[in-house]
């Protein structure tokens, strides 16, 4: 027996129901998705931060992303799931490096990476939930307290070497 209408108040919410037409109004349309990554290495100067560009995009859903700048489309404002990975070259031992998420030019989550002795490449990895409104402009930048310039390695370097994800998780 086919059922026509259903009230809500009628539904147990504790019951399993299998449902064969298509049902609509049911969760949520969680763009935009961006992937963007970088096809040559970024040299960054000594004692100063710098904002990583991205000049490859993967998945950009919403054309929300420019070069070095995600801004969030209209009517897309909720809570966002940002990871950012980063492989550098400093050819400095014993460096300290730092990563920022920066929504408007003011920073929200940084992320300290400290290279040992012998070591002059690094991978920093920096993950957070932000929540971010329709026109806000989300940047990234890096800063290394190495005697002398960085650079950050491209996907040409290593697969998926300097990558930043970005996915909206709810309203």
């Known amino acids: 027996m086919a059922i026509t209408k259903i009230q809500s108040e009628s539904l147990n919410l504790a019951d399993t129901y299998d449902f064969t037409g298509t049902v609509t109004g049911a969760g949520e349309n969680n763009t935009p998705i961006v992937r963007v990554t970088k096809s040559s290495a970024q040299t960054i100067s000594y004692n100063t931060y710098t904002t990583i560009t991205f000049d490859v995009e993967n998945i950009d859903t919403d054309n929300a992303f420019a070069s070095n700048?995600?801004?969030?489309?209209?009517?897309?404002?909720?809570k966002y799931f940002i990871s950012l990975q980063v492989i550098s070259d400093d050819n400095f031992d014993a460096t300290l490096e730092r990563i920022?998420?920066?929504?408007?030019?003011?920073?929200?989550?940084?992320?300290?990476?400290?290279?040992?002795?012998?070591?002059?490449?690094?991978?920093?990895?920096?993950n957070t939930i932000l929540n971010l409104s329709a026109g806000d402009a989300l940047t990234v930048t890096y800063f290394t307290y190495a005697g002398g310039n960085?650079?950050?390695?491209?996907?040409?370097?290593?697969?998926?070497?300097?990558c930043l994800n970005i996915f909206k998780i709810a309203t």
Do not use: M, R
């Not at 929504?103 to 290279?115: A, E, H, L, P, R």
């Not at 650079?151 to 290593?158: G, T, V």
């Open 69 to 78: 700048t995600f801004t969030v489309p209209s009517g897309k404002g909720g």
């Open 100 to 126: 920022n998420f920066l929504v408007n030019g003011s920073t929200q989550t940084s992320g300290n990476y400290f290279t040992g002795s012998g070591s002059d490449e690094s991978q920093i990895s920096l």
């Open 150 to 162: 960085s650079s950050i390695k491209s996907n040409s370097d290593h697969n998926s070497a300097t």
